[in-house]
């Protein structure tokens, strides 16, 4: 591409679909929610993208459970559900991201999270990969820019 012009309305698309890209991300991490309930059913948890708890529910069969076994109850409940929410945030950029090294380097990411909050818990499986990885934008379609 010779043409200054033509490469500047290149690169001017290109940051406009990076950005929508950027929105699209935020978003999914913004809306990601989910839930987990004990085993046993008496204590019921929420949490947000980052693991923040938005509810805490304790059912009536959280009465017939000792302090210390419903306090480790909440605790692993809680877990539970940040090692959901974490997994939904990582599925619901795939498609933004692709297999390429940014989805990765956050799958990465989740899983050190992940045996932080939750050291038994099994990783996720490697998906297959969706969409083929795109070019390198600093390849200049095979030559420099400088040219």
Known sequence: MTDPHQYVERFEQQLQDAQRKADAIQGAFRESRAEARSPDGAVVV???????????????????????????????????????????????????LGDGESMRYLREQVEQGIAVI??????????????????????????????
């Open 46 to 96: 929420a949490v947000a993208s980052g693991g923040r708890i938005e509810s805490l529910q304790l059912t009536p069969k959280a009465m017939d459970l000792g302090h210390t076994a419903l306090g480790r109850t909440i605790v692993d409940t809680i877990r539970r559900a940040q090692v959901e929410v974490a997994r939904k945030v990582e599925e619901s950029v795939r498609p933004l």
């Open 118 to 147: 939750d050291p038994v818990a099994p990783p996720a499986a490697s998906p297959t990969p969706q969409r083929p990885a795109t070019r390198d934008d600093d390849e200049f379609e095979g030559g420099t820019f400088l040219r």
